[in-house]
């Protein structure tokens, strides 16, 4: 039975901090809806209605594009190892932008001032509701480490190929929505 709060209570919070996989989903108007794995070590909980997540470089970047269309998100937390259960916050997010002063400042505060290789930016959350579910449909796996092949592919590259990388790959979406990297440079 599904069950719905207006903010996330300690209980939830350290529920996330147990889990390894979430996934964010996001549209803009038109075009493809995406939805995309993450590792809950680049999530942080920021207070009953605020969240983020540190956002390494990938093969692409709908996620921030979708959100300069359309600032909806939802994220989804699923228990693949012991009691089955399924956690969605639904709200609105910002991106900001690896170097500017937000990013900055949260790195600092929530990340320790310590920046993967390959980080693009970081993903704010307001959230306004908080639903949980059974997820009595969700497999159960065996959890057995964080994959290390992101952080070799981007240990493997100068800060140039990075970049390079990214300006080919990053800056629209699938449908062609600019996701504003690099706009202010």
Not at 5 to 12: I, K, P, Q, R
Not at 69 to 78: A, D, E, G, H, S
Not at 130 to 155: K, M
Request: glycine letters at 8%.
């Amino acid at each position: 039975m599904a069950k719905r709060f207006e903010t996330l209570s300690d209980g939830l919070r350290d529920w996330i901090e147990r889990q390894h996989i979430f996934f964010t989903a996001t549209a803009a108007p038109s075009g493809r809806v995406n939805i995309s794995p993450r590792p809950t070590t680049s999530f942080r909980v920021l207070g009953p209605n605020q969240a983020a997540y540190l956002d390494r470089t990938g093969s692409g970047n709908e996620t921030a594009a979708h959100i300069r269309q359309l600032n909806r998100i939802t994220i989804m937390f699923c228990a693949v190892e012991g009691p089955p259960s399924i956690l969605r916050l639904f709200g609105t997010a910002e991106v900001l932008s690896r170097g500017s002063a937000a990013y900055e400042d949260l790195l600092a505060s929530a990340y320790g001032g310590e920046e993967p290789s390959g980080a693009r930016q970081i993903v704010r959350i307001d959230f306004d509701l908080v639903q949980t579910s059974c997820g009595y449909g969700v497999p159960l796996f065996d959890y057995q480490n964080e994959r290390a092949s992101l952080e070799n592919w981007s240990n493997a590259k100068s800060a140039e190929e990075l970049q390079a990388y990214q300006r080919l790959n990053n800056q629209t979406s699938l449908d062609g929505f600019p996701s504003g990297m690099f706009e202010d440079s």
